[in-house]
């Protein structure tokens, strides 16, 4: 629900029609402002009164296009009197020192006095409170009108606005009016005008005919009726109708009928002044509209509520009510939810075909209300003809919905699938109207509020389950599916209004990035190398979905002047990247500028010395920039670099776009310019990033209006939703910040625990190689990984045996009990723990007894050879190295579990690797102690979860938009139980149980049993061979298995190498590559629909087919990649023409040849043999004299292409290219 001042606010933005002429503006005098007459304006008076001068007074600054310079000077002349001597104290007081004054400040002004906030939220309430009652139509559609002016905000669409208008009518004129579902406002006012037009053109003929049977001579008793009052289409309620009801009893007894009163031709009946209520399909019990006499709730109302009759056996009547059992629920498309009722949790059905509202009787035992006893014996009759006797209900229980309550008179009924029916009583009495496409419920309370209720299908808990290959057929037959997580619901944001500090600068918190930003200090610069060229690439394709996304965000840059169209001769592809929340990010594929981009070696800060700075820091508040990036003009000479290319066009950015690589550079150079005199004081910067921190409350609020008072000097902006403040922990970078100290971020390692085992040495490295960024927070981390790196040397068979799983084991349980890290304080107290052994360093630092940081590393390969004395030294120099900032100029004390190392400094005969060292000791003032033992105390270790394979999930995501809103979840208490359910694929239980019928079965599973086994059998029963599902020889299931992966909609057909890869993820057969090779080849969707990508030979010399693998080869390589920790930005391919299977070696771009003679002898000779030929094009390398002298040596023939012909190395350019789509993917993954 809105606030009121929210709304209020909403409604002054919408009374707002002084937006700047867009046209030029002419001169306008001050005789022809006058010749128009505005109205005077004195004050007093009612809040209409002001709302309508401003309103005319901008109507004539429109039509005559006043300029904004003039419209407060003629405007104010207009003020007299009390609203005069206003302007006057307030333009000295108020905007004293300010040059001119904008209308919409005079505005903004005039409105606070002459129409304050709680004057348009009474008119607003007035509003919602409208009801036609006893007034005329004419007179509600001008006071609806009227107030509808002051609530713009609350009705946006015709529908609504319809739907307000008819709840506010008189019950009959409502219910005919709703018949017609007006679409908007005034379909809705022009269907009541023609109703009530007919009732008195009806009511005009029935008084003309009286009159004439009067004067006729006829005697003729004329009954009291509701001419002025009541319509007959208008439904009334018991008291009205007990009181016509009498009345028409008493003329009944005192009138005399004569044969010559006119009957009603339909009816049969006298019913003279009235309309027939056959003719209008009215009740003929109560006149109202929408039911018939067997279904009148005042009828059953009267019933129910009518005393107990003396008599012994109680009369009977009948009733009707829908989906009692089980198979009704199911045999019926009901509209159901879960309410509350007496304040208890009820399943309940809304059920139009039942006449009255029941409740179940063992529900009905729950509730705190007395049931009573009816006067006679309801009989209730279900669609299957069961019958059930009722003889007692629950009056006035309460039903809410949306915290609103409403009355029902609940008759207590043996029902077993929902708790609380209510049936047609319950709805026509609360004015409902059920829309059963989209199971939407809306209603009116006692005092007349519109509730709108969301239903839910009804559904049972034993339909919920289904099985994959079902639900995957419903999908391809058009079926919404929805992927749920379930997330953390965080507490609410304060508003800004409400943070002490933040609450004085609100302009630093803008909504959006209006327009550019000022010229700065720092512009952003793109130089390049020398002799570099325009680089200008085609458009990617898209999806219809992400083309109009890119619309969208086009718009929005150009809007803002972020981008503008560009002729420039460079251009670059765009594409979009999913954000965490589900949205689209437009990104620049700029990999081929940055290239030929001189870098910018502006330093980034460390994150392990921001943090040395929050000693002693209690309080903290982080400040994240809205978009930082687009907040820095580019020099304008540089502005053509960054242009690119879409559908829709080709622009080029003013301000500093993502994907540059020296944007984090020049940002940071900007930010610590900006805050250059209160870094490392109260606040550290990394990027846009801004964390200020305080050792007390009262300092904090100093720092913070430092902080944000610069941000608004310098006008950069804040994300508020992104921003935190007077925070005790903040998470930072990664990291969590406490007053105690520094701890992993619980969001970063809680997916740990179920990383599943790798697989290949990619996954490995992958593993340990992320884990490193908080290696720091790690005991003995590359002791427990050694195992697992030894994988990732060269020419090392990769098997994954005992070791390498308890390793992976141990480094999956550290992270959940990972350790608060002390920030350093001062350079007392350090204490330095160290440990050496024939695996690798271990060294903690300590102070005052706490941790403040782990250190190790593996030995390298001439370390190993080392004897224990050197081990133990070596530990020290690499602490000491490592902890070089924190330790040099201090005192501290250095722990050792090697005892001859006290008396190092003593010893005479020492070794040069011992002297060098000792030299390197001397800068620093320790003293070396002997401690028996490990001197390391329990630590905990971190990672970080591998990537996932996509082909392998059988899911298939749907947004989530407000649909949530509609869910109506079922809670029930009844049998008190907690169960777990495990979905398992038919197709997985199918392969388990042919496995059992192979004939290998017996055999493989005692071959599990050895320790040394490759076979492995789960607990379920099921065989398999390296960790991957063994596949029997059942040519069924292999056919179905193939299928699931090529023909889903989640693999979409790939190719035998993309699906054999896929595939033995996990599952394994004998020549399972081959198989799937032919069934590949066999599929006439891939025939139809994939091109060949070679080209027809024509009159082209074809070249010599290979006789056998590994004697004729290509060679290439692919360049301008991103640079790797070893250096290493370019591969070169080496592909055998006859197998076509290749050699990727990753190499420098500026390795030497010898260096490259090397790595082709040891990497392709050593295992292949010298090739009879290498095919390759003209690359300076291929045709040095060195390389032709090495393969004459080795007798192999160079055969160079045809200069700007690639068709010559097709084998290598092809795989080059599929080389590079992998590449492309994994950075768009």
Same mark, same amino acid.
């Given at each position: ?7 209020s ?5 919408a009374?707002?029609t ?6 030029k ?15 005077i304006?004195s004050g007093g008076?009612?809040h209409?009164k002001a709302?309508d ?7 004539i600054?429109?039509l005559?296009k ?7 000077n003629y405007?104010?002349?207009l003020?007299?009197?009390?609203a ?11 905007f004293?020192?300010q040059g001119s004054i904008s209308?919409?400040q005079?505005?903004?002004s ?9 004057a348009?939220?009474k008119?607003?309430?007035e ?7 006893q007034?005329?139509?004419e ?5 609806y ?10 009705? /946006?669409t015709?529908?609504?606005r ?6 506010g009518l008189?019950d009959g004129?409502?219910s005919k ?6 679409r ?7 269907m009541?005008r023609?109703?009530?037009e007919d009732?008195?053109?009806t ?8 009159g004439q ?10 009954r ?5 009052k ?6 009334r309620d018991?008291r009205t109708?007990r009181?016509?009801?009498?009345t028409r009893s008493?003329?009944t007894q005192?009138s005399v009928?004569?044969p010559t009163? &006119?009957k009603?031709p ?14 209008t399909?009215a009740?003929? %019990? ?5 039911h018939? @006499?067997?279904?009148?709730p ?8 009518k005393?107990?009759?003396g008599?012994s ?5 009948s +009733?009707?009510?829908?989906?009692t /059992? ?7 498309d009901?509209v ?13 059905l809304?059920?139009?075909g039942?006449?009255h509202?029941?409740i179940?009787?063992?529900f009905?035992?729950?509730l705190e ?5 009816m006067s ?5 009759v279900s ?5 059930e ?20 008179q ?5 029902l077993?699938?929902?708790d ?7 709805l026509y009495?609360h004015?409902?109207m059920?829309?059963?496409r ?6 009116l ?9 969301h239903?839910?299908r009804a559904?049972?808990t034993?339909?919920?389950?289904v099985?994959?290959?079902?639900a ?6 058009g079926?919404v ?12 944001q304060?508003?800004?209004q409400?943070?002490?500090v ?14 550019l930003?000022?010229t700065?200090?720092v512009?952003?610069?793109i130089e390049?190398?020398? +002799? ?14 992400e083309?109009e996304?890119?619309k !969208?965000?086009l &718009?929005e840059?150009l809007?803002?002047g972020?981008i503008?169209?560009s ?19 437009l990104?620049?594929d700029?990999?081929?500028l940055n ?5 910018? !070696? ?5 994150i392990?010395?921001?943090f040395?700075?929050?000693k002693?820091a209690?309080?903290?508040?982080k400040?994240?920039l ?6 820095l003009?580019i ?7 960054t242009a ?5 066009g080709?622009?080029e950015?003013?301000?500093?776009p ?22 490392d004081r109260?606040?550290i ?9 305080s ?10 209006r430092?902080v944000?008072g610069?941000l608004?000097?310098?006008k950069?902006?804040?994300k ?9 922990k903040?998470n930072f ?11 992993v ?9 179920d990383w599943r ?5 990619t ?5 340990l190689g *992320?884990? +490193?960024?908080?290696?720091r927070f790690i005991q003995?981390?590359s002791k ?8 990732l040397?060269?020419?090392v ?7 390498c799983?308890k ?9 959940t009990?990972?350790?608060i890290?002390t ?7 350090f204490?330095?723990y160290t440990d ?7 060294c903690?630092?300590m ?13 390298k390969?001439?370390?190993q %050879?080392?004897l224990?004395?050197?081990l133990?030294? +070596?530990a ?8 070089? %900032?924190?330790?040099y100029?201090?005192?501290?004390e250095?722990f050792?579990?090697?005892k001859s ?18 030299e390197?000791l ?5 003293t ?6 490990k001197?390391n105390v329990?630590?905990?270790a ?10 392998s999930?059988l899911?298939r995501?749907?947004?989530l ?8 979840p079922?809670?029930c ?8 359910a495990? @979905?398992?694929?038919p ?7 042919k496995?059992k ?5 017996a055999t493989n ?28 020889r059942?040519k069924?299931?292999?056919r ?5 992966? %090529? ?10 190498t993309?699906?054999?890869q ?6 394994w057969?004998?020549?399972?590559k081959?198989?799937i090779?032919?069934?590949v ?5 891939c ?13 082209l ?5 290979p006789?056998w693998k590994?004697?004729?080869?290509t060679?290439?390589f692919v360049?301008?990649?991103p640079?790797?920790?070893?250096q290493?930005?370019a ?15 990753p ?17 392709i000779?050593? *295992?292949?043999g010298v090739?009879?030929? @290498?095919?390759?094009d003209?690359?300076?390398?291929? /045709?040095?004299r060195?390389w ?5 040596a080795l007798?192999?023939k160079?055969k160079l292409?045809t200069a700007?012909?690639?068709?010559t190395?097709?084998?290598?350019e092809?795989? @080059?290219?599929?080389?590079e789509?992998?590449l ?6």
């Amino acid at each position: 629900t809105q606030p009121a001042w929210a709304a209020s606010a909403a409604a002054a933005a919408a009374w707002d029609t002084s937006a700047p002429v867009r046209e030029k503006a002419t001169t306008v005098s001050y005789q022809q402002f006058m010749a128009m007459q505005p109205p005077i304006f004195s004050g007093g008076g009612s809040h209409d009164k002001a709302k309508d001068w401003i309103e005319e007074v901008e109507r004539i600054f429109g039509l005559l296009k006043v300029p904004e310079e003039d419209r407060v000077n003629y405007g104010s002349y207009l003020l007299k009197g009390d609203a005069k001597n206003w302007w006057q104290s307030t333009s000295e007081i108020r905007f004293a020192g300010q040059g001119s004054i904008s209308w919409k400040q005079f505005r903004d002004s005039f409105f606070s006095t002459s129409f304050p906030v709680y004057a348009r939220d009474k008119k607003m309430q007035e509003f919602l409170d409208l009801q036609q009652n006893q007034s005329s139509l004419e007179e509600y559609i001008t006071r609806y009108r009227h107030l509808e002016v002051y609530c713009p905000h609350l009705h /946006t669409t015709d529908e609504a606005r319809a739907g307000k208008f008819v709840r506010g009518l008189r019950d009959g004129l409502r219910s005919k009016v709703l018949t017609s579902r007006p679409r908007d406002l005034d379909e809705a006012v022009t269907m009541a005008r023609c109703i009530e037009e007919d009732w008195v053109r009806t009511q005009k003929d029935h008084q003309k005919k009286a009159g004439q049977h009067s004067q006729g001579g006829r005697t003729q008793v004329k009954r009291q009726h509701f001419a002025g009052k009541t319509r007959p289409y208008e439904r009334r309620d018991d008291r009205t109708f007990r009181r016509n009801l009498s009345t028409r009893s008493e003329a009944t007894q005192g009138s005399v009928a004569t044969p010559t009163s &006119q009957k009603c031709p339909t009816c049969s009946r006298v019913h003279p002044g009235k309309p027939c209520y056959r003719v209008t399909g009215a009740c003929l %019990h109560c006149g109202g509209m929408g039911h018939f @006499i067997k279904d009148c709730p005042l009828k059953k109302e009267r019933e129910l509520k009518k005393p107990e009759a003396g008599s012994s056996s109680a009369r009977q009547t009948s +009733g009707r009510v829908y989906a009692t /059992t089980v198979e009704e629920l199911q045999a019926h498309d009901l509209v159901e939810g879960t309410l509350l009722v007496s304040s208890h949790i009820a399943r309940v059905l809304f059920d139009a075909g039942a006449t009255h509202s029941f409740i179940s009787s063992r529900f009905a035992t729950s509730l705190e209300v007395s049931a009573r006893r009816m006067s006679y014996v309801l009989k209730i009759v279900s669609p299957m003809h069961a019958q059930e006797s009722c003889r007692e209900y629950l009056p006035d229980v309460d039903v809410e919905i949306h915290q609103l309550h409403l009355p029902a008179q609940l008759v207590i009924l043996g029902l077993s699938e929902f708790d609380v029916i209510l049936g047609m009583d319950w709805l026509y009495a609360h004015y409902a109207m059920i829309d059963c496409r989209k199971k939407q419920i809306q209603m009116l309370t006692n005092e007349m509020q519109p509730v709108e209720f969301h239903a839910r299908r009804a559904s049972r808990t034993d339909k919920i389950l289904v099985s994959v290959l079902k639900a995957k057929r419903w999908i391809e037959s058009g079926s919404v599916a929805f992927l749920v997580n379930v997330l953390i619901n965080e507490a609410e944001q304060m508003k800004l209004q409400e943070v002490v500090v933040v609450s004085e600068y609100p302009d630093v918190f803008p909504e959006e990035l209006s327009s550019l930003p000022p010229t700065r200090e720092v512009e952003f610069k793109i130089e390049l190398l020398s +002799g570099t060229t325009p680089i200008s690439k085609a458009p990617y394709r898209m999806a219809p979905a992400e083309l109009e996304e890119l619309k !969208k965000q086009l &718009q929005e840059l150009l809007d803002k002047g972020f981008i503008r169209p560009s002729v420039s001769p460079w251009g670059t592809p765009v594409l979009f990247v999913k954000k965490k929340d589900g949205t689209m990010r437009l990104c620049i594929d700029y990999r081929m500028l940055n290239q030929v981009t001189i870098k910018n !070696k502006y330093p980034l800060p460390r994150i392990e010395d921001l943090f040395d700075q929050l000693k002693n820091a209690k309080v903290f508040s982080k400040i994240d920039l809205r978009t930082g990036y687009h907040q820095l003009l580019i020099r304008e000479e540089d502005v053509s670099k960054t242009a690119f290319r879409n559908r829709y066009g080709h622009y080029e950015f003013k301000v500093m776009p993502f994907g540059l690589t020296n944007a984090p550079a020049a940002f940071m150079n900007l930010m610590n310019r900006v805050f250059q005199e209160f870094l490392d004081r109260f606040v550290i910067v990394f990027v846009d990033d801004i964390l200020v921190y305080s050792e007390s409350e009262a300092e904090h609020r100093d720092h913070l209006r430092s902080v944000l008072g610069l941000l608004r000097k310098h006008k950069l902006y804040a994300k508020y939703s992104k921003c935190e403040f007077w925070l005790e922990k903040v998470n930072f970078l990664g990291h969590v910040i406490l007053k105690d100290g520094v701890s992993v971020d619980p969001a970063k390692v809680s997916a740990v625990q179920d990383w599943r085992t790798p697989c290949s040495v990619t996954e490995v490295r992958s593993f340990l190689g *992320l884990a +490193g960024y908080y290696r720091r927070f790690i005991q003995d981390f590359s002791k427990i990984a050694t195992p697992m790196t030894k994988l990732l040397r060269k020419g090392v068979k990769f098997v994954w045996n005992e070791e390498c799983e308890k390793s992976f084991q141990t480094l999956k349980v550290k992270p959940t009990t990972a350790p608060i890290l002390t920030l350093p304080s001062g350079h007392s107290g350090f204490v330095v723990y160290t440990d050496a052994s024939g695996i690798g360093y271990g060294c903690v630092l300590m102070q005052h007894g706490r941790v403040v940081a782990y250190a190790s590393r593996q030995l390298k390969a001439h370390e190993q %050879h080392y004897l224990t004395h050197d081990l133990e030294l +070596g530990a020290v120099v690499f602490a000491l190295k490592m902890w070089r %900032h924190y330790l040099y100029g201090a005192t501290f004390e250095v722990f050792t579990d090697h005892k001859s190392l006290k008396y190092i400094s003593s010893q005479r005969d020492l070794n040069l690797r011992q002297r060098r060292w000792i030299e390197y000791l001397k800068d620093y003032d320790f003293t070396i102690s002997y401690h028996p033992g490990k001197a390391n105390v329990v630590a905990d270790a971190l990672s970080r979860h591998a990537k996932a394979t996509l082909c392998s999930m059988l899911t298939r995501s749907w947004t989530l938009l407000q649909d949530v809103i509609t869910w109506q979840p079922y809670i029930c208490d009844e049998n008190k139980a907690m169960m777990t359910a495990l @979905i398992r694929h038919p197709l997985m239980e199918e392969l388990v149980m042919k496995q059992k019928g192979d004939p290998e079965f017996a055999t493989n599973v005692e071959e599990s049993k050895k320790t040394d086994s490759l076979w492995h059998q789960d607990q379920d029963g099921s065989l398999r061979f390296r960790q991957r599902l063994w596949v029997p020889r059942d040519k069924g299931v292999k056919r179905l298995l193939l299928d699931e992966a %090529h023909k889903s909609k989640f693999s979409i057909h790939p190719g035998s190498t993309k699906m054999f890869q896929d595939t033995r993820r996990n599952f394994w057969w004998p020549e399972m590559k081959r198989e799937i090779a032919e069934y590949v080849a066999k599929c006439l969707v891939c025939q139809q629909v994939k091109a060949e990508h070679q080209r027809p030979g024509g009159l082209l010399q074809r070249i010599d087919i290979p006789m056998w693998k590994w004697e004729d080869i290509t060679m290439d390589f692919v360049v301008g990649l991103p640079r790797t920790k070893r250096q290493q930005n370019a591969i070169w391919v080496t592909v055998d023409r006859l197998t076509k299977s290749a050699h990727f070696l990753p190499i420098r771009i500026s390795q030497p040849l010898e260096s490259l003679a090397e790595l082709y002898i040891g990497e392709i000779v050593r *295992l292949h043999g010298v090739p009879k030929s @290498i095919i390759s094009d003209r690359d300076p390398r291929f /045709t040095s004299r060195f390389w032709g002298q090495l393969q004459k040596a080795l007798g192999t023939k160079l055969k160079l292409s045809t200069a700007f012909h690639p068709q010559t190395d097709g084998q290598s350019e092809r795989t @080059i290219q599929t080389l590079e789509d992998m590449l492309h993917a994994c950075v768009l993954e």
